[in-house]
């Protein structure tokens, strides 16, 4: 059976994307495009969002996983998952990635001819920063190629052996009220282990500690819905406790984070929080999820689909706008409401008029070709 909470998940995460980029041209952190004027307070809602709109991706990720593995064998799903992760992420660094590096160059002074003099000699020398050659935001694909990849072995087996130990194992434990919480064990690790000395880079060679935590995200997304309705009932009945213990986790955050000096133990109980918060934050959207949105619409198919073109094409778009509108006098809800609409509106012209209609271009955006009407 077909879960529309997780289409429904799917994409108001990848909407939230676009918020959070849109954000990203504000606060004081590092990135492509910023504006003239910088917004210090909108980092505490950006944290926030931080904190579990990746995670709870690679989660729904893992769930789709199982679906697709269970109409498909092995060599069905590795070349499902080649043509619809790596043929995107290749046109998506010829030609989608070029124009966000060069307006990039540009807004910074390190080029100064047209994006037809930029392209063909400069657009993928040397590897980003440095360099110009990137994959930028879609650095999501690759990671969850290789998760795919790495994974359908075991998860093939899983599928033809559901009464495995392991299995029986997670089933009696997450039927307890506490007992989802077992799955913030492997993160825990990770936050203490790896995050202090792998910081985040998205290169995927050497990214350790990304490559660790969001395979076990989604290996415990696939781990998860392998339960069926024993883990859908229980998230459901749990859903207003993840929202607790979610609100009470980001506010220890922000404390150990902006309001205690160092002590003793602050790394170790820092670790478990930013486990048990992002955690806490994905059961509870997937149990809300389960409770009031696993229903079919016209227009939940219409974005499922589009969600992955927008999800390809927003960041381009946005890097546009705010190329021209950063040095512009206006106030912060103004510039941040253009931005948005702006970025969706271009995204959803391109996706209804330049992809959608056409057979030879809906695979370079991960879609299949089946009728549009």
């Not at 004081?28 to 926030?48: E, Q, R, S, V």
């Not at 990635?97 to 040397?126: M, S, W």
């Not at 110009?132 to 969850?144: D, G, Q, R, T, V």
């Not at 021209?324 to 609409?341: E, G, H, Q, S």
Request: hydrophobic share 50%; with cysteine; aromatic share 22%.
């Amino acid at each position: 059976m077909r879960r529309y909470d997780v289409d429904y998940l799917r994409v108001i995460v990848f909407g939230l994307l676009i918020f959070y980029h849109v954000g990203m041209f504000f606060v004081p952190w590092g990135w492509h495009i910023k504006n003239a004027i910088i917004y210090g307070k909108l980092i505490f809602p950006m944290l926030f969002v931080n904190q579990w709109r990746i995670p709870l991706l690679f989660i729904i990720s893992g769930i789709g996983t199982y679906y697709a593995l269970s109409k498909r064998n092995g060599k069905q799903f590795t070349g499902e998952r080649l043509k619809r992760l790596l043929i995107p992420l290749a046109a998506g660094i010829l030609f989608i990635i070029p124009p966000q590096v060069y307006l990039e160059r540009l807004d910074k002074g390190q080029f100064l001819g047209n994006y037809f003099e930029f392209y063909p000699t400069h657009a993928f020398t040397g590897v980003y920063p440095e360099g110009n050659f990137s994959w930028h935001h879609l650095w999501f694909l690759p990671y969850l190629l290789l998760f795919s990849l790495i994974f359908a072995p075991a998860f093939l087996y899983l599928c033809k052996h559901p009464a495995t130990v392991f299995l029986r194992f997670l089933g009696k434990t997450v039927i307890r009220r506490f007992g989802l919480y077992v799955f913030i064990l492997p993160l825990f690790v990770w936050e203490l282990f790896l995050e202090p000395y792998f910081p985040s880079t998205h290169a995927l060679f050497g990214d350790w500690y990304n490559l660790f935590h969001y395979a076990t995200l989604f290996f415990s997304g696939f781990m998860l819905v392998s339960l069926k309705d024993v883990y859908w009932e229980t998230v459901k009945k749990g859903r207003r406790l993840y929202l607790i213990v979610g609100l009470i986790a980001f506010s220890l955050l922000l404390l150990l984070w902006y309001g205690t000096d160092t002590f003793q133990g602050k790394d170790v109980l820092l670790a478990f929080i930013k486990a048990c918060n992002l955690w806490s934050w994905c059961l509870a959207g997937m149990g809300y999820a389960a409770t009031y949105l696993n229903k079919e619409s016209k227009g939940l198919k219409y974005s499922n689909e589009a969600v992955y073109p927008f999800y390809i094409l927003h960041q381009t778009v946005l890097v546009a706008l705010g190329f021209y509108l950063k040095d512009l006098d206006w106030a912060f809800f103004p510039k941040f409401t253009m931005m948005v609409i702006g970025t969706f509106g271009i995204s959803w012209l391109i996706y209804e008029f330049g992809i959608r209609r056409y057979r030879f271009i809906r695979p370079l955006f991960g879609l299949k070709n089946q009728s549009t009407n």
